[in-house]
């Protein structure tokens, strides 16, 4: 079991406009924390620091009391919207094994089809680029899971599907998932417990 521990982390754009003040909380590999708060508040921001694409912040980011190694990052962001984050050049196949190659039976519990890899993501509906996405953040190096509002675009359905495919996944590989949303509701329903944002972040 491995432990994600964040400590005092404090961001802002310039010396007016503070975003994150004195962050801190620990979670483990076999946990699904949710983060609530409401839209614009600072989560993304943190979720890219967690994950390494913000690098000037103050504070320190562990895991089993050592620093996050350089290279691939064990801490994968899963964003809310994966037609931003993919070449629209490549087609789905190239995009997947850029990370790795998983397994037909993973790719089947994910709802995968065939036909999708030599598709480009503009020939993939939402949900479908949304499964890709997960599944590049899944590699076998992964450790946590940030899971920024990653199922707030699609239907209902969808959602159950995603959710219960990537919590399956997450428990047999004891990855941590920080589920990161301003839907109350489906946090109280897939985590364990909730950390309330505005209360974490108080100056």
Known sequence: MDTLKIENIKFQYNNKQKILSNISFE?????????????????????KILTGFLKKYKGTININDEKVPTGFNPIQLIYQHPEKIMNPRWNMERILHESWIPSKEILDSFGIKNEWFKRFPSELSGGELQRFSIL?????????????????????????QIWNAIIKHCQKQDIGILAVSH?????????????????????
């Open 27 to 47: 979670m483990k590999s076999n946990q699904i924390i949710g983060l609530f708060g409401d839209s614009g508040s600072g989560k993304t921001t943190l979720c």
């Open 136 to 160: 590049r953040a899944i590699n076998p190096k992964t450790k946590f899971i940030i899971a920024d509002e990653i199922t707030t675009m699609l239907d209902s359905v969808t959602q159950v």
């Open 183 to 203: 839907d109350k509701l489906l946090l109280e329903t897939v985590c364990d417990d909730i950390i309330y944002f505005n209360e974490l972040n108080k100056s």
